[in-house]
């Protein structure tokens, strides 16, 4: 079973994707259906669904869609961490339809001013009923805020906290450090695992090739291992830079054969319980 654990999608009829630029190939709807044969041609057979925007009514949405597509294994939805009654609200998205597909949450935080806002005691109150809940945490975020993420790991042990696309790594300059140091005491707390996703994004927006992004992959398998690494495509935001199929390609070339069973499917599954 290959997994993609890391993709979105969105209706522009429904609500806007704000944080898209005007004039970009992506500010048009992406649906399931248009992941459907893409991921078929590529192997893949379950998938995660994760959140794009911070507004509530996403979440049930996406559990709808997993409820109703069985290509979608999981959801990572939102929710605001610093609500009062948020262990309440997780127990109430998971009697929603489609509420048994929740198997995590996540913010934007590299929309954050504040570096250290996962430090926050509200928001730590908040992560706190999401371990509580028996759910993960995604973490998306800038290289910059990589060494709040190692002391919210540490104080919250019983968490898994899982690193969208490496932590955006400065690929395009070429540049390694301070990243990588701060990427490696991420991957010192046990609770932690990380995505090989999200990389083309980052690369050169002139073009890329498999061996630029190879240095970011290689910090990534020394830093957490083949069994702490899932691989995500991040569609439809890939899509800007490269094909799905190159996406997955790119993967598979940036990692050993030996590698390619937890990479592609028993990494995801642990963690997300799919």
């Not at 898209?20 to 590529?42: K, N």
């Not at 379950?46 to 294994?73: G, K, M, S, Y």
């Not at 955006?168 to 070429?174: H, V």
Request: aromatic share 6%; proline share 8%; hydrophobic share 40%.
């Amino acid at each position: 079973m290959t997994v993609d654990a890391h993709h979105h999608v969105w209706d522009l009829a429904v609500r806007d994707q704000d944080w898209i630029p005007e004039g970009s190939p992506l500010r048009r709807t992406f649906t399931v259906a248009d992941l459907e044969p893409e991921a078929r041609a590529a192997g893949v057979e379950r998938t995660v669904l994760v959140q794009t925007v911070t507004v509530p009514e996403e979440t049930p949405e996406f559990l709808e869609l997993a409820a109703a597509h069985d290509l979608i294994a999981g959801v990572v939805g939102w929710t605001d961490l610093t609500r009062p009654d948020i262990a309440d609200e997780l127990a109430r998205l998971r009697e929603l339809p489609g509420g048994s597909y929740l198997r995590g949450i996540r913010h934007q935080v590299q929309g954050e001013p504040d570096p250290e806002w996962l430090l926050r005691p509200d928001v730590r109150r908040g992560l706190a009923a999401v371990a509580a809940a028996g759910l993960v945490y995604d973490l998306v975020v800038l290289p910059h805020q990589l060494p709040s993420c190692a002391k919210a790991a540490a104080d919250l042990p019983d968490l898994t906290f899982v690193l969208d696309h490496l932590g955006k790594p400065p690929i395009a300059p070429g540049t390694l450090t301070p990243w990588s140091t701060d990427l490696h005491a991420l991957a010192a707390r046990p609770n932690t695992v990380a995505k090989l996703s999200g990389l083309v994004t980052e690369a050169n927006p002139a073009g890329w090739t498999t061996d630029d992004l190879r240095p970011y992959a290689e910090t990534a398998l020394e830093a957490f291992g083949p069994d702490r690494l899932m691989f995500g495509s991040d569609w439809p935001v890939c899509t800007e830079r490269a094909t799905y199929g190159q996406v997955i390609d790119a993967a598979r070339q940036l990692t050993s054969p030996t590698e390619h069973t937890q990479l592609f499917e028993t990494t995801a599954a642990r963690v997300y319980g799919l």
